[in-house]
């Protein structure tokens, strides 16, 4: 069973055969892609192909990230497995080194499990308010390397969805898969994207593009 399989995909910017880069937007829970995409407009980066998948109801996997992972299939393997064609997609188009990878909230999580789990030599990882998936001791024993991919972690302490401790975890994690991580924590801020983190993707973007 694949709930999120044959979602659409909407897009803005260049067409993606004419980019000079690429950016994946993938939307929180409760939120669609058409949402998400209103960050194109908010970089100000016309140049840049911007795809963005629907999942299923709207949610990617029912539960929170914290849940055992079994208890969010078939939903959370299904949202990956969108992940997997859409960047195979655009990487056919513009190289891996000028692709970048961004989620807010629940899209945050599942950007940054997809990443761990394939990782490469993207032009950028953006995770607004999430972590790697599972409970607290969960495994983190992914295979590869970012070779040195610019990696941005951004969150509010508190957060009322996502602990500053897994933001941390998730920072060292990909640290030592070779990433080049920032890591902004914003106290107070709530859960929502601010300018500072805004100015981080375009500063990721112009270095690519």
């Given amino acids: 069973m694949q709930p999120n399989a044959g979602q659409p995909v909407s897009t803005a910017g260049a067409r993606l ?24 407009d908010a970089l100000g980066r016309p140049h840049v192909a911007y795809l963005a998948p629907q999942a299923a109801g709207n949610t990617w996997y029912p539960y929170s990230f914290l849940a055992p992972i079994a208890d969010n299939e078939p939903g959370l393997s299904s949202a990956l497995a969108v992940l997997v064609g859409l960047v195979e997609e655009v990487t056919a188009e513009v190289s891996t080194s000028r ?52 990696v941005f972690l951004g969150a509010s302490d ?27 924590r914003y106290p107070g801020m ?20």
Avoid: K
């Fill in 17 to 40: 055969d004419e980019a000079d880069a690429a950016m994946v937007l993938v939307h929180g829970r409760g939120a669609t892609a058409a949402s998400i995409l209103t960050l194109a």
């Fill in 99 to 150: 692709t970048i990878l961004l989620g807010f909230s629940q899209g945050a999580c599942l950007t940054l499990e997809f990443a761990a789990r394939h990782p490469a030599g993207y032009g950028g990882v953006v995770g607004l308010t999430g972590g790697l998936i599972g409970p607290t001791g969960t495994p983190r024993d992914y295979s590869g390397s970012f070779g040195g991919a610019p």
């Fill in 158 to 184: 508190p957060d009322p969805h996502v602990p500053w401790e897994r933001v941390e975890e998730t920072a060292g994690v990909l640290r030592g898969m070779g990433a080049d991580v920032t890591l902004r």
């Fill in 190 to 209: 709530g859960h929502t994207v601010n300018d500072d983190e805004l100015a981080a993707v375009r500063r990721m973007v112009d270095a690519v593009a």
